[in-house]
């Protein structure tokens, strides 16, 4: 019922930025929250961003707090993840979500929070 279509992944050299951009369609007035995991070969599915859609609160995993924001347009249907000096250990494919429940802050980290999942987008970051 919700759409996701991400992009804006690619090769950069550390300390560069990338933007991803994820645009939903179909149903988003049910969207409560969207975000973006990453996942690298042979590891789990990890939380990276989310934000919720009304609101705009925010939430980062540790790891990079400081160097990603998470921004959305309501107007446009679209999140975005802003990546700023980038690191090797942020090599992953990167996947936009959206889910339609408030199951409060803690649960913004688990994957199962989330009822949509887009294709995902490579990032590379080489040196």
């Known amino acids: 019922q919700v759409q996701l279509v991400e992009s804006g992944g690619g090769l950069v050299q550390v300390g560069g930025s990338l933007r991803l951009s994820c645009a939903a369609s179909?149903?988003?007035?049910?969207?409560?929250?969207m975000g973006w995991f990453r996942q690298a070969p042979g590891k789990e599915r990890e939380f990276v961003a989310g934000i919720t859609w009304s609101g705009g609160r925010t939430y980062y995993a540790d790891s990079v707090k400081g160097r990603f924001t998470i921004s959305r347009d309501n107007a446009k249907n679209t999140v975005y993840l802003q990546m700023n000096s980038l690191k090797p250990e942020d090599t992953a494919v990167y996947y936009c979500?959206?889910?339609?429940?408030?199951?409060?802050?803690?649960?913004?980290?688990?994957?199962?929070?989330?009822?949509?999942w887009g294709q995902g987008t490579q990032v590379t970051v080489s040196s």
């Open positions: 179909g149903r988003t007035f049910s969207i409560y929250a």
């Open positions: 979500t959206a889910g339609v429940t408030n199951y409060g802050s803690g649960s913004f980290i688990r994957p199962g929070s989330y009822d949509y």
